[in-house]
């Protein structure tokens, strides 16, 4: 993967220094995709920490950009939808309305769970859900894990793969495992 963008840019995240994706946090600060978390010490990026919903919600909407504008009179229908962060709101009303993130349902009832953790078939369906369809599919019996990916997973999943925008590791794709901030950064630059 080669990382669009200077090579030369500065590091904005003091915690970023020789972590493996600082060149995708880089580029995608660059692009005003994510921002971190600004700290008396400095901006912090937390890679490796799980990223939530509502902060790939907000992640997706600045990615898609002027794509996404246009839905803040969008009526949630989650059941949750008052513990949605206010700085998460109009992301999570933009992904909504465009059909890219529809919550999950229980018990005959939709809830987004905005600070719960996102899984990696879960990213790749809202990713997915952004593209035009048609695009050739991976075989994922290379992965001992595939048959453990959601039926609503599976074309997103195999889309993906194919694009070489993500790949497993260890043999596997690990499809309910959450994603970290870090590997986020490296999916959507591979996107670029």
Do not use: C
Request: proline residues 6%.
């Amino acid at each position: 993967l080669t990382i669009p963008g200077d090579p030369a840019a500065p590091q904005p995240f003091i915690d970023m220094q020789g972590h493996w994706a600082k060149d995708n946090t880089v580029f995608l600060y660059g692009q005003g995709v994510v921002n971190g978390v600004k700290t008396d010490s400095g901006l912090v990026y937390h890679p490796d920490k799980s990223i939530t919903r509502a902060e790939f919600a907000v992640l997706m909407r600045n990615w898609m950009g002027e794509k996404a504008a246009g839905y803040e009179h969008v009526v949630l229908p989650f059941v949750d939808a008052a513990d949605i962060p206010a700085w998460a709101l109009e992301s999570v009303k933009a992904m909504y309305g465009m059909g890219i993130i529809m919550g999950t349902a229980k018990d005959g009832k939709v809830y987004f769970n905005p600070m719960g953790a996102i899984s990696r078939q879960e990213v790749m369906t809202i990713i997915g859900r952004t593209q035009v369809r048609g695009f050739a599919e991976a075989d994922l019996t290379v992965f001992a894990d595939h048959s453990q990916i959601a039926d609503w997973a599976l074309p997103y999943v195999k889309t993906l793969v194919k694009q070489q925008v993500v790949s497993g590791y260890s043999g596997k794709v690990w499809p309910k495992d959450p994603v970290t901030r870090a590997q986020v950064a490296t999916i959507i630059t591979g996107l670029y």
